[in-house]
T-cell receptor, first 112, second 110 residues
Framework: DTAVSQTPKYLVTQMGNDKSIKCEQN?????MYWYKQDSKKFLKIMFSYNNKELIINETVPNRFSPKSPDKAHLNLHINSLELGDSAVYFCASSQDREVGYTFGSGTRLTVV | TQLLEQSPQFLSIQEGENLTVYCNSSSVFSSLQWYRQEPGEGPVLLVT?????EVKKLKRLTFQFGDARKDSSLHITAAQPGDTGLYLC??????????FGEGTQLTVNP
């Protein structure tokens, strides 16, 4: 039973398309996150939701919109994809940020 | 400027050698976490240290939190090829959000 699962694993799409990445956690955690990992492996926070409420919204283009239908799910929708959006996107969850996060296995997005 | 500086960025060693990875900052952290990430996977939490001077051991891995809670180190004894991966430190500066270091890519050659 995967604790944090995200789909799809790989996503190849053309510039200008709209795509979604889904994330689900079965750990009962209150907080979920989206991170972007660039080609240099640096992890940068994009969004954080606590019990379906947005609590962190970093400087991310408006083309990125998170949606949390319930506290176990946090999806990421991206409009008008650009070449620079190519990266690995990770979903994560935590009960206490100071204790640690559980990450999904990532979605490698390639925009061509 | 990175809040958490990790060194070295890259490390390639032979099986059986010892190594230390460092995570440094000018800020005080309420806790520091260490993760290992393998290719095609997400980071996996190894340990969290919360008390200044704390030492935690996980088999051949020893983690230390600095007395002033501004730095941490990870020491691996008798490294194995299975230790290969990206090691990330992460911490919560007082009143702020979790921040990751840039990582140390470790390769252990058989």
């Amino acid at each position: 039973d995967t604790a944090v699962s995200q789909t799809p694993k790989y996503l190849v799409t053309q510039m200008g398309n709209d795509k979604s990445i889904k994330c689900e956690q079965n750990l009962g955690h209150d907080t979920m996150y989206w991170y972007k990992q660039d080609s240099k492996k640096f992890l940068k926070i994009m969004f954080s939701y606590n019990n379906k409420e947005l609590i962190i919204n970093e400087t991310v283009p408006n083309r990125f919109s998170p949606k949390s239908p319930d506290k176990a799910h946090l999806n990421l929708h991206i409009n008008s994809l650009e070449l620079g959006d190519s990266a690995v996107y990770f979903c994560a969850s935590s009960q206490d940020r100071e204790v640690g996060y559980t990450f999904g296995s990532g979605t490698r997005l390639t925009v061509v | 400027t990175q809040l958490l500086e990790q060194s070295p960025q890259f490390l390639s060693i032979q099986e059986g050698e010892n190594l230390t990875v460092y995570c440094n900052s000018s800020s005080v952290f309420s806790s520091l976490q260490w993760y290992r990430q393998e290719p095609g996977e997400g980071p996996v939490l190894l340990v969290t240290v919360v008390t200044g001077g704390e030492v935690k051991k996980l088999k051949r891995l020893t983690f230390q939190f600095g007395d002033a809670r501004k730095d941490s180190s990870l020491h691996i004894t008798a490294a194995q090829p299975g230790d290969t991966g990206l090691y990330l430190c992460a911490g919560v500066p007082s009143g702020s959000r979790l921040t990751f270091g840039e990582g140390t890519q470790l390769t252990v050659n058989p």
